[in-house]
């Protein structure tokens, strides 16, 4: 049976496309197809719809980006060393059999969750 077989891009608009794409880069390492295209590591990928009053993210906002991570604390570190707002919270991580996670806005607001799955 015919499949997809991952996710090809997200695509979305911005303010100011060109400072939010460095932004991406600078602070998550994500490249744009102008610079170079975004090669992934393998791993899991959940599409999730939520309940429209849902409060696991912004009231305001239709969707938020979760994005997998290798080295959580690290980037926690690093992109509070850039001045960007890190947030965590004891319960989003429950037990631990999820993974460990942190949230953060873009510069547009776009909610994006950081997620470093288990082992």
């Known amino acids: 049976m015919a499949k997809?077989?991952?996710?090809?891009?997200?695509?979305?608009?911005?303010?100011?496309?060109?400072?939010?794409?460095?932004?991406?880069?600078?602070?998550?390492?994500?490249?744009?197809?102008?610079v170079a295209v975004w090669m992934q590591e393998a791993g899991p990928t959940v599409l999730s719809p939520f309940s429209d009053d849902t409060d696991y993210f912004a009231a305001d906002r239709q969707w938020m980006l979760n994005l997998r991570v290798d080295d959580l604390p690290a980037l926690i570190?690093?992109?509070?060393?850039?001045?960007?707002?890190?947030?965590?919270?004891?319960?989003?991580?429950?037990?631990?059999?999820?993974?460990?996670?942190?949230?953060?806005?873009?510069?547009?607001?776009?909610?994006?969750?950081?997620?470093q799955p288990p082992g």
């Open 4 to 34: 997809v077989t991952g996710i090809g891009g997200i695509f979305f608009r911005a303010r100011d496309p060109e400072a939010l794409n460095a932004w991406y880069q600078t602070h998550l390492g994500i490249t744009q197809p102008d």
């Open 77 to 115: 570190v690093r992109l509070q060393a850039s001045g960007i707002a890190v947030e965590t919270r004891a319960d989003w991580d429950g037990d631990g059999s999820y993974g460990t996670f942190a949230r953060i806005n873009d510069p547009e607001g776009t909610p994006i969750e950081l997620w």
